[in-house]
Structure formats: C-alpha cells, structure tokens
C-alpha cells in the first residue's frame, strides 16, 4: 500500500514536484487522443515519468465522470446499438495495448447521468466544499437525453459490458476498476435514470458478475461514504467486505462530513471518517495498492489546486507511516 495520484502533468515542473513531495506512483493518461495510445504510446509516456522516479500503475478507459455525452465513448452505456459495439471493442483494444505496455490498470466510470452535485458550501478558512443535497436537485429537468433506464435496463447494460470486457482483461492481465456512481441515491430514479452502482449492494452485486480476479473496483472511499446513513461507523465494513474479496484496485482516499443524500465533501483530517482507522483495515485486507487524494476543497491564492493535493499527499504519508511495521 503506498501514495498515488491521478492526473496528467503538462509540465517536467510538475512531475519534480510530485517526485520531490514523495509520489511515485500514478494514474495517468499519455497525450492526445485515447484512439491512438498503444503500447508503443503508452511506453513512451511511462519512460518520461520513470525520468521523474514515477510509477504509472494505472491509465483511464474514456469512460469518465460526466454524463454520457461528454464522454469520449457515448454509447457504451446508453442500450444496444451498432456504435456501443464498436466503442467496445475499442475499449478491448485499449486494454490489449496497455496489457503489452505493462500497466497493470485501467480505471473507469459507469454512469450516464454523470457526476451530480447541488450548490457548493464553504469550510474552515472560507475553503469552497463540493456538496450534495438530495432536497436541492434540480427535479424540473426531464428525462435523461439518452433515455430512461430503470434498474434492470441498466444491469442489462453493465452486464453486456462486462460480458465483453473482462475476458479480455483476464487474457491480458489487467485489472478493470470501476468507480462508483457518485452520489447514490438509493432505490430512486432521477431523470428516469437507475444509478445501481450507488449502492453497497450494487457494488457486491456488479463484482460477483463475471467473476474474475481482474474485475473490481476503483474504490472512492469518499463515494461509499456517501451511500452510508453513518458512514463514521459503517464504512470500515464496507472496506473489509470488499478488500477481503481482493476488489480494491485503487483507493480514493478522501473524507466527508454527513451521509447519504446530504453531505459536504472536506479535507481528510476534519471529516465523519476514522481515516486511521480505515487505513488500518485496507492493511488488515491486504490491501496493496494506491491510496491516492481525490476532489480536494478549493483553497485561496496561487497555485490553489497543488498546495491542496500537496497537503493530501502529506496525510496520506503520515498516515501510512503509522500503519508500516
């Protein structure tokens, strides 16, 4: 178990800075367009972080956090058609080449409404907190652009991807994490849309389809949070069930305050979660990947967005420190 990142570093400045603050590994993503990474790409991105003491574990399938239609591959989630075919064998062709390349993981989103939140709130200093409140969603909106899908449209949906993907991962060794649907809502539609991946038992049942050791989880620990009526108490079980089943393939280790259908997304030392405590279960699991920061508070002044990682990244050293034999 060890300090991760995600992101893509435009500059050799900041890949020193990540070296230099003790992050060496990372999910990260070669330049241009996801159609033409190969394992030649892929090599070649990993050979200019090597220069910099970085590993990258991971790189992202163009299956993000937005809603559908702002992601690169559209259709995957979105029902049958000639087009969701092809973007998956893309999608199989992606992971051959990061399997020839050495990466040891692909990470991924499967959402079509994308990433919801309601008006941010404020922390300690004035810093701006990403937030959701249920009771505050825009519920004017009408349905989804793509379609409706209750919650057996879409494990027909996930179920068809997964039936495609994970031999191919299994072939070629590369684990497939997939991120949860963030937030959860429950049982409930919004805009006609099931969001079944926002639930613990949607979780449990998405890893027992298809089983394989290379099918698992991109685990946001701030997500899960977020499904828990008390996640201060519930989540060190939720990490157990999953790390004991070796589904953990990444970590997003981030904090909030509150629970399901209303919470604020905060600094990791000031949250509702034990973080020590859940750093001590992923170890007991077995854990051994990365842990890394994720959707940090906005800060003030220059270079807001690195002084906040670089204050996760010192956490989450001084954290697992206190964990090492």
């Known amino acids: ?6 992101g893509q570093p435009a500059t050799d400045d900041e890949l020193g800075v990540l070296s230099q603050l003790g992050v060496n590994h990372m999910s990260s993503d070669p ?3 996801w159609t033409t990474w190969d394992r030649h790409v892929f ?4 050979e200019r972080l090597a220069k910099f003491g970085i590993t990258m574990d991971m790189t992202l399938m163009p299956l993000g956090s937005r809603s559908a239609f702002e992601n690169d591959s559209s259709n995957v ?33 499967i959402t079509i409404l994308g990433h919801m939140r309601t008006e941010q709130r404020y922390g300690r200093g004035g810093a701006r907190l990403s937030s959701f409140d249920y009771s505050k969603l825009d519920q004017t909106l009408g349905e989804f652009e793509g379609g409706a899908a209750d919650a057996d449209e879409m494990w027909e949906r996930i179920d068809y991807f997964l039936g495609r993907v994970v031999p191919i991962a299994e072939a070629n060794k590369v684990q497939i994490a997939c991120h949860p649907m963030d937030p959860g809502i429950g049982d409930r539609l919004y805009r006609g849309v099931a969001r079944v ?3 613990v038992e949607g979780l449990k049942k998405f890893i027992a389809m298809h089983e394989s050791d290379y099918h698992g989880l991109n685990f946001c620990q701030g997500t899960v949070s977020e499904m828990l009526e008390n996640p201060g108490e519930q989540i060190y079980d939720v990490i157990r069930y999953f790390g004991e089943r070796n589904k953990i393939f990444n970590v997003h280790f981030r904090n909030i ?10 600094f990791p030392d000031e949250g509702d979660i034990d973080m020590l405590r859940a750093i001590r279960v992923y170890k007991e699991t077995g854990y051994k ?3 890394m920061p994720d959707h940090v508070p906005g800060l003030a002044g220059d270079n807001a967005k690195r002084v906040g990682f670089a204050y ?14």
């Not at 990244?313 to 034999?325: E, H, K, P, R, T």
């Open 289 to 291: 990947y990365m842990l």
């Open 197 to 199: 991946m926002g639930t």
């Open 257 to 266: 305050k509150g629970g399901f259908l209303d919470f604020v997304e905060v």
């Open 77 to 109: 989630f979105l029902g049958p058609s000639k087009e969701r075919d092809e973007e998956i064998d893309q999608l199989c062709r992606l992971i051959e080449e990061a399997g020839a390349a050495g990466i040891r993981a692909l990470r991924y989103n």
């Open 43 to 46: 090599g070649a991105h990993m």
């Open 1 to 6: 178990m060890y300090l991760g990142t995600q």
């Open 31 to 33: 330049p241009g367009d």
């Open 312 to 325: 996760c990244y010192g956490y989450i050293n001084a954290a697992l420190q206190m964990v090492a034999d």
